[in-house]
Structure formats: C-alpha cells, structure tokens
C-alpha cells in the first residue's frame, strides 16, 4: 500500500512521504489564494472551494481564513457555511451533512498520534474520520476530536471539546462535551 492509501484506511502511515508532502503543499496554494480573494468573487471563491474540496453540495461558503491538510478528504453537503478562521485537519475523511453551519474557529481534527512514545517519535501516526449529520450548528472555538459522530439536528455549544459521539437532537457542551439538553426532533 502506498502511504496516502494507508492513511485513507486508518492505518499508521508517514506524513513525510513525498506524495503526502506534495499534496499538502498543492492545497496550501490553492488556500492561500482562497483566503487572498476579495469579499466580491462570491462565485470565484464557491469554485475555488470545489476545487479544494473532496466534494461539495450547493451553497457552500467559507469565510476566510481557513486551513486543511488535504482537502481531498473534505465533504460537504448542500447549504454549508464555516465562519472566519475554521480549521480542518482532513487526514480522514471529513463528512458534513446538509444546512450545517460552524461558527468562527471551530477546528475539525481526524489526525491522531500513537499514545507511546516510541512509537510516537518514529514520526507515524493515523487518522479516523469524523461525520457530522445534517442539520448540525457547531458553535464558536469548538473542537471536534478524531472518531466523532454527531448526529442529525445536535448543536455544540461554543468552546466545546467533543471526544465522543453526539447523539441526534442534543444540545452537548463544555471540555469533554456532555448532553446539556434534549431536543424536539
């Protein structure tokens, strides 16, 4: 298996292979001119993120400045919007449902790292994707951890560290996130 197939799979994997290393480089281009474009290319700036992104719905903003690792692994549903300074460490896949919104620096992570340290310094390390059903409202600075479901209809409130899944029509908050209240679905 080549390293990008490893890490596509959940398998530890190099970061430092070249084909990784390049393709981290090409989505860093195209994001710096995506965060470079002027507030009126409304259009121009919708197919650049097409261009970033995996795959991509109708109506998709972001506001920049925003960050991947790849891009590639990056899928979003119809009606999407990522508010300034939001962060997505597409190592995994990144699934976002539709009509979801995330606040200002909210930070998407699937890249993880070996617990030992031996096994940590050898520079390998592994990915589980996230999912994030439709109708979803993450608030600001929340962090959503490797391995998170959350489910159809959930807010996470600002500031919120989620470490396990969210389960559908909950309102789950503060460092780890826990349900706060249940929802009318």
Do not use: Q
Not at 25 to 35: A, G, H, P
Not at 134 to 163: C, L
């Amino acid at each position: 298996m080549t390293e990008r197939e490893k890490m596509t799979a959940g398998l530890m994997y190099k970061p430092s292979d070249p084909e990784l290393m390049e393709d981290r480089l090409r989505v860093r281009r195209k994001v710096r001119e995506y965060n470079a474009s002027s507030p009126a290319e409304a259009a121009g700036r919708e197919d650049a993120l097409r261009d970033i992104l995996g795959s991509a719905g109708r109506e998709v903003f972001m506001e920049p400045d925003v960050r991947f690792d790849y891009g590639y692994n990056m899928h979003v549903g119809d009606h999407f919007f990522a508010n300034f300074d939001c962060t997505f460490l597409d190592v995994a896949e990144i699934r976002i449902g539709d009509n979801c919104m995330l606040g200002p620096g909210v930070h998407l992570y699937t890249a993880s790292h070996p617990l030992g340290a031996e096994e940590r310094n050898s520079g390998s390390e592994f990915a589980i994707p996230i999912t994030i059903g439709d109708n979803v409202w993450i608030g600001g600075a929340a962090v959503i951890n490797p391995g998170v479901m959350i489910g159809t209809g959930a807010v996470v409130a600002s500031g919120a560290v989620v470490t396990k899944e969210v389960p559908p029509n909950t309102v789950v908050g503060g460092n780890p996130a826990r349900v706060l209240k249940h929802l009318d679905s």
